[in-house]
């Protein structure tokens, strides 16, 4: 975000908002007002990788002494940045304030603006053994009451509660428009 568009910037006093992802799953499986986000799907990206040190090197001389902790005292860590570009779904239901901006990553260490396209639902049909049209969250689909006939795995997740990310075929399925195929009831 370049200065004039942080300038123009409208101030509030409400702070960010955190909501969990199991009561955005409830809240949209028990068909409350809520949103659900698909995996994003990269269209563009440029990744880069930083160095980071504990013990805080300077150019030549260590610039305090070395930690007493165990833990690596060189690290890197790879980041999108600016410029990347991701495409997913989102399905909302009721009235929904969708957000400008999220966070994203461990830790949140990123933020990412959102623009949002309407897609308009002509037809709607149910049909079976449909690969899905994006990467999907495996545990989601279970949790949303699907049955997964073959899983192609392109992410798994550390914390096995999140699931493992990737193309799926499911026994069936709501399209939308012939050529949109996700695991949730139009």
């Known amino acids: 975000m370049d200065y004039p568009e942080r300038k123009g910037r409208v101030k509030t006093s409400e702070g960010l908002q955190y909501t969990s992802v199991r009561k955005l ?3 949209f499986k028990n068909c409350r007002d809520s949103f659900y ?3 994003l799907f990269p269209v563009k990206f440029s990744v880069y990788s930083f160095l980071l040190s504990a013990e805080s090197w300077s150019y030549v001389l260590p610039a305090r002494s070395p930690t007493k902790n165990v833990f690596p005292r ?3 860590y790879s980041a999108f940045m600016p410029g990347s570009q991701f495409f997913t779904y989102v399905v ?3 009235n929904v304030k969708l957000p400008q901006w999220i966070r994203i990553g461990k830790k949140l260490w990123g933020i990412f603006r959102v623009e949002y396209e309407e897609v308009k639902i002509n037809k709607v049909e149910k049909r079976r053994n449909e ?5 999907i969250n495996y545990k989601d689909a279970e949790f949303f009451g699907f049955k997964i006939n073959s899983f192609s795995k392109v992410l798994e997740t550390p914390n096995l509660q999140e699931g493992l990310i990737g ?7 709501e399209v939308v428009n012939d050529r949109i ?3 949730i009831k139009w």
């Open 25 to 27: 799953l409830e809240d």
């Open 92 to 94: 909302t239901q009721g």
């Open 181 to 183: 195929c996700l695991p």
């Open 37 to 39: 986000s698909f995996p």
């Open 131 to 135: 690969p899905t049209s994006i990467p």
């Open 74 to 76: 060189l690290t890197s």
């Open 167 to 173: 193309w799926a075929v499911l026994d069936e399925c």
